[in-house]
C-alpha cells in the first residue's frame, strides 16, 4: 500500500516545490515559470519530478538573487522578520510584565514573571500613576512595528511613511515620559538604538524602492 502511495506522494511534494519556483521568480519572469512548468509536466512521465522541481527551486533563488527587485524582497523580508517583529515582540511582552518601569537590575525577567516574585519597582508614590499610560505607549510601539512590518512586505509605502511618523511620535513620547520620571535611561538604550536602526533601515529601503521604480520606468520608456 506504501509503495502504492509512493509515486502519488513525490508527485504531490515536486508539485509543492515547483509552486515555490514559481512564485519565487515574480512577475518579471513570468515566462520563464511557464516553461518550466510545461517541463516539469515531462519529468513526471520521467519519473523525476522531485528532482527537476529542485533544480528549477535552487534556479528560481539564483535568478531571484541576481534581479534587483529580488534582492529588494530579501531584504524587505530580513528587515521585517530579522529586526522589527523581533523588536516588537519583546516590547509587548515588556509592556505586559512590567518594562520599562521595572528594575531589571536587581530582578531578572524569570524573577519578574514568577508568580510570587515581588520585583523591585522603578515607580514611586510620585509618578506611580503614569504606569498605566507608559505601558500603552510601550504597547502602542509594538502594535506599528507590526503595521510597518506588515506594509514593508505589502510594499504599501504610503502607510509605511504614515505608521511611521506616528512611530517616531510615540518614540518621543516614551523618551519625555522617561525625562520627566527621572528614570535610569541606560535601561532604554538598547530599546532606543534598536528604534533608531529601525526608523533609519526603514528610510533607507523606502529610498531603495524608488530607484528600483525610476530605473524600471526608465527602461519601460527605453523600451
Do not use: K
Request: aromatic share 8%; with cysteine.
Amino acid at each position: 500500500m506504501l509503495r502504492g502511495n509512493g509515486p502519488d506522494m513525490i508527485a504531490t511534494l515536486s508539485r509543492c516545490v515547483m509552486a515555490l519556483a514559481i512564485a519565487g521568480l515574480g512577475d518579471r519572469n513570468r515566462e520563464w515559470g511557464l516553461a518550466m512548468q510545461g517541463e516539469f509536466e515531462a519529468s513526471i512521465d520521467d519519473g523525476r519530478p522531485l528532482f527537476f522541481a529542485f533544480g528549477c527551486l535552487l534556479g528560481a533563488w539564483r535568478m531571484r538573487l541576481a534581479d534587483p527587485d529580488g534582492r529588494f524582497a530579501l531584504a524587505s523580508y530580513a528587515l521585517a522578520v530579522g529586526l522589527i517583529l523581533p523588536l516588537a515582540s519583546v516590547l509587548g511582552v515588556g509592556a505586559i510584565v512590567g518594562f520599562p518601569y521595572l528594575d531589571f537590575a536587581q530582578d531578572n525577567v524569570v524573577g519578574i514573571l514568577a508568580v510570587n516574585g515581588a520585583p523591585t519597582t522603578l515607580l514611586d508614590d510620585g509618578n506611580r500613576a503614569a504606569a498605566s499610560s507608559l505601558s500603552m505607549v510601550v504597547l502602542l510601539l509594538a502594535g506599528t512595528s507590526v503595521l510597518i512590518a506588515w506594509a514593508i512586505l505589502d510594499r504599501n509605502w504610503v502607510r509605511v511613511a504614515a505608521v511611521e511618523r506616528l512611530t517616531m511620535a510615540a518614540t518621543l513620547t516614551l523618551l519625555m515620559f522617561i525625562a520627566l520620571l527621572r528614570f535610569d535611561e541606560t535601561r532604554m538604550i538598547l530599546p532606543i538604538l534598536g528604534f533608531v536602526v529601525q526608523h533609519v533601515v526603514v528610510l533607507m529601503l523606502m529610498q531603495w524602492h524608488w530607484r528600483l521604480d525610476r530605473d524600471t520606468a526608465s527602461s519601460h520608456l527605453q523600451d
